[in-house]
Nanobody
Framework: QVQLVESGGGSVQPGGSLRLSCVAS?????MAWFRQTPEKEREGVAA????????SYADFVKGRFTISKDNAKKTLSLQMNSLKSEDTAMYYC????????????????????WGQGTQVTVSA
């Protein structure tokens, strides 16, 4: 069993930044961030696996968000810059022991373990 605990959410103005963290116990090979609003299904934001170069981003966050993984600290992070109102959502950390591959890395069905979520609100 893998436990995931997110933190770092909050309220910020458009154009601002937030950094989300997820502590995993134990850590896993691949981890990802997803987000969900009441109006939309859960969607993949960014994913990273331990194999160098195995990082994926959704098109709507490319150039603004950066995902990183520190296995020594068992922590997954998401640096979010240039935030927009449409980034408002509950953000979830997800983990899996296997690498789902390039096409599966941002799919909900590729992950076994999920955190409880942390709310991000971007508003003027």
């Amino acid at each position: 069993q893998v436990q995931l605990v997110e933190s770092g959410g909050g309220s910020v103005q458009p154009g601002g930044s937030l950094r989300l963290s997820c502590v995993a116990s134990p850590t896993t090979y691949c981890m990802a961030w997803f987000r969900q609003t009441p109006e939309k299904e859960r969607e993949g934001v960014a994913a990273i696996c331990d194999n160098p170069g195995d990082t994926s981003y959704a098109d709507f966050v490319k150039g603004r968000f950066t995902i990183s993984k520190d296995n020594a600290k068992k922590t997954l992070s998401l640096q979010m810059n240039s935030l927009k109102s449409e980034d408002t959502a509950m953000y979830y950390c997800a983990a899996n022991h296997a690498n789902p591959g390039f096409l599966g890395r941002l799919r909900v069905s590729s992950y076994t373990y999920w955190g409880q979520g942390t709310q991000v609100t971007v508003s003027a």
